[in-house]
């Protein structure tokens, strides 16, 4: 089975602009997360959804936003984009995002806002 | 508000050494905790989970265990080879928000031939 897969890879803007990120989790999960990773620091946690709720929120501005698919796929938006976004963006599925559940990461999205 | 700290930062052995990482956290409502592994660039793999409830959890080489009374975990990592270098990381899923990981910084394990 495919893991969790990410697109794209990496991805070059300038500030001001606005990026799309996609997930899409492995077959059969129904939560998707979603975390930054600036260099040298441990994963931010920024959304959590599940069927398609929003779930939970982390400590981030209103610039960031996501969604859930009736596939379970997911994408993160940021808008008005600073240099401090520049970051490694995770994706995390897992069954239902409950306390048993072990998260799954994808390979992540590497943003650099110039 | 949960924090997550990692002891050392970063690490350096010598090939078929036993070691051992440390986690600390301050709220000890969480769930679970799991260890992951990160190369350079690239996602976390999943290594270990430990519900709440369990004490410690075995993987081959690598053996976690968990006090969350004293808000400590552990990864010991047996016979390292240079293949485990990587970013190890601990995260805690707590009970104030759902399905929110909170990391730690991380120690950097550096296994030399």
């Known amino acids: 089975d495919a893991g969790v897969t990410q697109s794209p890879t990496h991805l070059i803007k300038t500030r001001g602009q606005h990026v799309t990120l996609r997930c899409s989790p492995i077959?059969?999960?129904?939560?998707v997360s979603w975390y930054q990773q600036v260099l040298g620091q441990g994963p931010q946690f920024i959304f959590q959804y599940y069927e398609k709720e929003e779930r939970g929120r982390g400590n981030f501005p209103d610039r960031f936003s996501a969604r859930q698919f009736p596939n379970y796929s997911s994408e993160l938006n940021v808008n008005a984009l600073l240099l401090g976004d520049s970051a490694l963006y995770l994706c995390?599925?897992?069954?239902?995002?409950?306390?048993?559940?072990?998260?799954?990461f994808g390979p992540g999205t590497r943003l650099t806002v110039l | 508000k949960q924090e997550v700290t990692q002891i050392p930062a970063a690490l350096s052995v010598p090939e078929g050494e036993n070691l051992v990482l440390n986690c600390s956290f301050t709220?000890?409502?969480?769930?679970?905790l799991q260890w992951f592994r990160q190369d350079p660039g690239k996602g976390l793999t999943s290594l270990l989970l430990i519900q709440s409830s369990q004490r410690e959890q075995t993987s081959g080489r690598l053996n976690a265990s968990l006090d969350k009374s004293s808000g400590r975990s552990t990864l010991y990592i047996a016979a390292s080879q240079p293949g485990d270098s990587a970013t190890y990381l601990c995260?805690?899923?707590?009970?104030?928000?759902?399905?929110?990981?909170?990391f730690g910084q991380g120690t950097i394990l550096t296994v030399h031939p």
């Open positions: 077959s059969g999960h129904k939560s």
């Open positions: 995390a599925s897992s069954l239902s995002g409950g306390s048993i559940d072990t998260q799954y």
């Open positions: 995260a805690v899923l707590g009970g104030t928000s759902y399905g929110k990981l909170t």
């Open positions: 709220d000890s409502a969480i769930y679970n």
